[in-house]
């Protein structure tokens, strides 16, 4: 690979005798992976799953294809080992509050939610809006129950929401390093100076997030990168300016100490974790755990949503719940713009942020009638549908390409399509036919 020679004699400089090593890990191929969903548990999923990855609770060595039903159904999510491991160090807790400040595509999000399972609140936050739009999709894609969707910048949220989350994560955009293998393309961004660049824009990050963390709560920073300007410099930065404690990371074979002479010296850096790729399976990754002084309580700031749903919009709805699925959903509901949306059990203040998806996305309400959301199909609810229509091959190419299907079945409803029992689409069945409703843009 043609790395800057730049890059090249800074890491020579830093690494020493382990960088030709180092270097020569460029030219190797990248390591796939991937998790399985345990929202589905006891779910057999198709991918071999004879490679785990040891500090990866759910986590495989493994190609996934993205045709595959497991992918396409939410069962399986793929991610690249090392990236794995900043959801291990995050792992949240049971009731938590939790933001994922830098969330698309969507990796740690998924990953952080298996976690949670049905409990707490997950905010997924992106700030770039097409990113955002992605994020959402896949968190869909997951089936994902409790989890609220935002594109705002940092400080739009801290202004919204001091002191709100039990704990952050702030994946952060940086100078991608240890990303080159994957994506040659992210060479052309490198220059000698911008490590430095990055590191003023996590810093920005970093003071917002610090602001929305909650005392005695826990602050997980992770990059993709090599550079110490962007991991060890930026820890120690975070604890000299607001005071928090490095906790230590527990580390598997290939895993390094964080340096604190590429820092500030403060032997607390080596409780960080280093993901190199030429000493493990996996990219390049860096990864830190912090706590935020103070107490931690268990309370959370919960605002009550104003109903805003009309008496027709009601009727509409329960009619659709009646006809076609086999349970309703509880809960707080949000209108926007004929959208329904069902809300986690507690969220905080909704009013000054950006909703990509405010909750679970139900459906449409379009003339005297609800039209489901494609949500649906994927939502980890199992036997949701009254009607659950198992397809094979053929009847999956034709479906996702935008076809109808035929079923003998009178009447109307709308019904949730599967493959090998897993749900993929959703469709309206009238006297026989099964409408197409897949979503133009997945279609294929
Ligand atoms: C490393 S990526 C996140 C990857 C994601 N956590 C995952 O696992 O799929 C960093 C994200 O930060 C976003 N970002 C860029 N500038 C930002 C800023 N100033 N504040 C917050 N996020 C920013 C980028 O758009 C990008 O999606």
């Known amino acids: 690979m043609n790395l800057p020679e730049g890059f090249i004699t800074k890491y020579q400089q830093l690494l020493g005798d382990q960088a030709d090593a180092f270097l020569a890990s460029f030219d190797q191929p990248v390591v796939n992976g991937f998790r399985v969903n345990p929202l589905w548990p006891d779910a057999k999923i198709d991918l071999p799953t004879d490679q785990p990855i040891d500090y990866s609770e759910w986590g495989y060595l493994g190609k996934v294809d993205g045709n595959a039903i497991d992918h396409v159904a939410g069962y399986v999510y793929s991610q690249e080992p090392s990236a794995q491991f900043v959801g291990t160090v995050a792992a949240p807790h049971a009731n938590e509050w939790v933001l994922d400040l830098c969330a698309a595509p969507g990796g740690k999000t998924t990953h952080l939610a298996s976690y949670l399972g049905d409990s707490g609140l997950l905010v997924s936050n992106e700030i770039n809006a097409g990113r955002a739009k992605i994020l959402a999709s896949n968190v869909e894609r997951f089936g994902l129950t409790n989890t609220i969707v935002t594109n705002n910048d940092p400080a739009t949220l801290a202004a919204a929401w001091p002191e709100t989350f039990d704990r952050i994560l702030v994946d952060a955009p940086c100078s991608g390093e240890g990303m080159f293998r994957k994506d040659p393309e992210a060479i052309r961004y490198w220059t000698p100076d911008y490590p430095a660049t990055c590191a003023a824009r996590q810093r920005e990050i970093l003071t917002e997030a610090v602001k929305m963390l909650k005392p ?40 390094v100490d964080g340096h604190p002479e590429w820092a500030n010296d403060d032997p607390e850096l080596t409780n960080t974790a280093r993901l190199f790729p030429h000493l493990l399976v996996g990219e390049g990754h860096f990864v830190a755990k912090l706590v935020k002084p103070g107490e931690l309580t268990e309370d959370h700031p ?110 109307k409803q709308f019904v949730r399509l599967t493959k090998e029992h897993k749900g993929f689409a959703i469709g309206h069945l009238v006297n026989d036919t099964i409408k197409n409703l897949y979503p133009k843009g997945l279609r294929v």
């Open 302 to 411: 919960v605002v009550p949503v104003k109903a805003t749903m009309t008496k027709p919009q009601s009727t509409d709805f329960q009619t659709f719940v009646t006809t076609s699925l086999n349970q309703s959903f509880a809960g707080q509901f949000m209108v926007r713009k004929e959208q329904l949306f069902v809300l986690p059990s507690q969220v905080p203040d909704l009013m000054h942020v950006r909703l990509v998806r405010p909750g679970i996305h139900l459906g449409m309400f379009k003339k005297n009638r609800f039209e489901p959301s494609h949500t649906l199909a994927t939502l980890t609810v199992p036997h949701l549908f009254k009607q659950e229509f198992d397809v094979d091959d053929a009847e999956y190419q034709r479906y996702r390409h935008g076809e109808t299907l035929v079923r003998e079945l009178p009447g």
């Open 216 to 255: 005695g709560g826990t602050l997980v920073y992770s990059t993709c990168t090599f550079s110490p300007e962007e991991d060890e410099q930026i820890i120690a930065w975070v604890k000299e300016t607001y005071g928090f404690a490095i906790e230590p990371i527990a580390k598997t074979d290939g895993m």
